[in-house]
């Protein structure tokens, strides 16, 4: 920590709870039909051990779980942190032991949450030294687990012990993790231990911010490659938190429930308490999205979506006063090949909507993420930003690939986080 500033809880990284497994939009799924046989039941005796990457370091971690979508309580039976060596293995000697109110276990009820205790990290002493290292979060599911609460689209191999297998969170070698997944489940955020003066910076969004199309296991989609850019310049000032989901949209569905949900989640709206004003440590938010609520099969219009980002800005303002909120250009779909968008009136309505993001003075600034992909001669992405990076493939005409994403990270003035 630095000398005389007092320590706080900083959100080093998010995976928004978007749905029940399997309701989702992930990227490279493998075969999961041995590792989750009934979906509706859930896991079932079972061990978990989700890989992920912290944008920033502390002496101490908290992690928080999720049953958002549950529909019977959550049972974890043990849970523990460690540093992935590689695949599913453990770096010898760093597993630490996580406690919930003292206890080795909780009971997360249907619709809820908890957090762990604080568990002091391996080189707390100089936690700098871990960045762009992977923490491996291992926890055991007792029982069935019912749908289980998940994040789709992690573009990041996670793995996970055979159903009614024992206990054995803290296994180094990896081998009790036979199956890998490229979802999260349960874990949707940690915090960091931080000096008083870091802050988090949440990007809020929809796939192109979770990172279709970018490299799986590559940790390059753009909130990543701004992470970067930010550390060259300000160190460890600020953690960026990725609370994009797959498909989502700012307006609707208007409603969301485990008995009918929709691929995308919970709108943008509904979930802003969980997924940006709940976090730990906030100070700005980048939101980029519309796009979703213009495809054919939600067919919002342009007032629709300007009036949702007025709605969702006045409560962050209120929520978070001190909070510093930026605009995003929502970038091109037209002739993309997915179902439902690509059209000219869909291109329309982002036009618009990005005049609105530009001009309306709303946002404390704006992104113009548009104008870094967008091809000027055809109105379409960049025809070197299309192929698919994650599986290869001539790509969608929606999502930008790992250059793209290079491309918006690298267009930031980062004079605007100074």
């Given amino acids: 920590m630095k000398e005389g500033l007092d320590p706080r809880w900083v959100c080093a990284w998010t995976a928004s709870a978007q749905g029940p497994y399997p309701v989702g939009n992930p990227s490279a799924q493998p075969e999961l039909r041995f590792a989750f046989p009934d979906p509706a039941a859930g896991a079932r005796d079972q061990a978990f051990r989700l890989i992920l990457r912290p944008s920033l370091w ?3 971690a908290r992690f928080r779980f999720s049953n958002a979508f549950g529909e019977k309580p959550l049972q974890l039976d043990g849970a523990c942190v460690g540093l992935q060596l590689f695949g599913s293995a453990l770096a010898p000697g760093s597993v630490r032991r996580m406690t919930f109110s003292g206890e080795r276990g909780a009971l997360v009820p249907p619709g809820g949450q908890v957090w762990s205790d604080p568990v002091a990290l391996p080189s707390a002493d100089d936690p700098s030294a871990l960045f762009g290292r992977k923490l491996a979060v291992s926890f055991f599911v007792s029982g069935e687990s019912g749908p289980m609460t998940w994040h789709a689209k992690a573009l990041t191999t996670s793995y996970v012990s055979a159903p009614a297998s024992p206990a054995r969170i803290d296994d180094e070698s990896g081998a009790e993790f036979p199956f890998g997944t490229t979802s999260w489940y349960f874990l949707d955020a940690v915090d960091m231990e931080a000096p008083a003066d870091t802050g988090a910076i949440v990007c809020f969004g929809d796939s192109i911010t979770d990172g279709s199309c970018s490299t799986l296991n590559g940790d390059d989609r753009w909130p990543d490659v701004f992470s970067l850019r930010l550390r060259a ?11 994009g989901i797959g498909g989502n949209r700012v307006t609707s569905p208007a409603e969301y429930s485990p008995a009918e949900p929709y691929a995308g989640g919970p709108s943008a709206l509904s979930r802003l308490e969980r997924d940006v004003l ?3 440590g906030v100070e700005r938010i980048v939101w980029l999205e519309g796009i979703n609520d213009f495809s054919d099969k939600c067919g919002a ?3 629709q979506v300007c009036d949702g980002f007025r709605a969702g800005v006045a409560r962050m303002r209120a929520s978070l006063p001190g909070a510093r909120i930026f605009g995003a250009a ?4 037209l002739g993309s090949s997915i ?3 690509g059209s000219a009136e869909q291109d329309e309505k982002r036009r618009v909507v990005n005049g609105f993001i530009r001009d309306s ?3 404390d600034a704006v992104l113009d993420f548009a104008a870094a992909v967008t091809d000027p001669a055809t109105g379409r992405l960049r025809p070197e930003f299309v192929p698919d990076s994650t599986v290869g493939g001539p790509g969608d005409g929606l999502h930008p690939n790992r250059l793209g994403y290079l491309a918006m990270a690298s267009s930031i003035d980062l004079d605007l986080f100074a």
């Avoid at 460890?236 to 990725?242: G, K, L, Q, S, T």
């Avoid at 929502?330 to 779909?333: K, Q, S």
């Fill in 301 to 303: 219009s342009a007032a």
């Fill in 330 to 333: 929502v970038t091109p779909a």
């Fill in 233 to 243: 310049r300000f160190g460890d000032r600020f953690a960026v938190a990725n609370a």
């Fill in 339 to 341: 179902e439902g968008h």
């Fill in 58 to 60: 502390g002496p101490r």
């Fill in 361 to 363: 003075g709303l946002f």
């Fill in 278 to 280: 709940s976090l730990s």
